[in-house]
């Protein structure tokens, strides 16, 4: 054998090393990813699970606490109730030993059945009044328990918005994996998810100038960069022009709009509140 033959050789021998080495880094990559989007699936669908529970169970302490702070309520107004007619029946009371005492130093009848009509006026002043103070304290007391139910489902509340957004951030970190992935096996530059769904539809939900907000987001997957078409239906058929996504949230997405060529975007032409966005089949 040559010496160029002996060189070709081995310069075959090192490219089937390479080539090989290549492959296998291409293998280990796509299976890591593979993975790692696995793994995400199943954070967020023990964040779905945990949310969906967490709303439950606040769903449950709000009825429960506002079952308890409508019957605490009703206790109060029937305590306040009770409250203002033992304190018209002290008054009354009171007045009456009053004019007993008047009577007395006035024109004084027999000692013993007038002090024994004073007595007992004042005995029922003193129930009454024992019974005036137990009754606010009970007040006192329900007050107390229904701002503490509304405070209970308050935190509730709050627990169940925390759950809800970790299951979102969840969702949006494992479609842009699912997106990295979807580029490592296709090897392209971008994510074949790029293209909104073909039965993806939305409504137009505000318009500030020529940014355009809709009603779904990556929870439909929607990706930055997609391009809808935006059309009315009333009072007549209009096609209004397009949507070009720029910022994305779980719920909730705002684009660019692009209004039709040969139209300026002014007046009628520019996309209003309730406008269909998606996506026109040819």
């Avoid at 007391?141 to 935190?155: G, H």
């Avoid at 009072?235 to 949507?243: D, F, I, N, Q, R």
């Amino acid at each position: 054998m040559t010496i160029l033959g002996k060189v070709l050789l081995f310069f075959v021998l090192v490219l089937s090393l390479v080539w090989a080495g290549l492959t296998v880094n291409v293998y280990v990559t796509r299976t890591n990813w593979a993975n790692a989007a696995g793994k995400w699936q199943d954070k967020a669908k023990e964040a779905q699970d945990s949310a969906a529970y967490q709303r439950k169970q606040a769903e449950a302490v709000r009825d429960a606490s506002a079952a308890k702070v409508a019957n605490m309520q009703r206790e109060i107004d029937e305590l306040r109730t009770k409250g203002d007619t033992l304190t018209r029946e002290v008054a009354a009371a009171r007045q009456q030993l009053n004019e007993k005492i008047t009577a007395q130093q006035v024109a004084i009848p027999p000692d013993q059945l007038l002090q024994a009509n004073i007595a007992r006026l004042q005995k029922q002043v003193d129930i009454l009044q024992a019974s005036l103070s137990t009754m606010e304290g009970q007040l006192n007391v329900a007050t107390i328990a229904t701002e503490k139910s509304k405070a209970d489902a308050l935190r509730a509340t709050i627990d169940r918005d925390a759950a809800l957004k970790a299951r979102d951030d969840l969702e949006v970190r494992l479609l842009a994996l699912n997106d990295q992935l979807a580029e490592l096996k296709s090897g392209r530059g971008q994510s074949s998810r790029l293209a909104p769904p073909e039965d993806f539809k939305a409504t137009v939900t505000d318009v500030k100038g020529d940014l355009v907000e809709i009603s779904l987001g990556a929870n439909a997957k929607l990706q930055k960069g997609a391009v809808l078409s935006i059309w009315r239906n009333k009072p007549e058929a209009k096609y209004v022009g397009t949507l070009t996504i720029t910022t994305l949230g779980p719920y909730d997405a705002a684009g660019q709009f692009t209004p039709p060529p040969g139209s300026r975007a002014t007046g009628e032409n520019l996309p209003k509140k309730g406008d269909t966005v998606g996506v026109i089949k040819p």
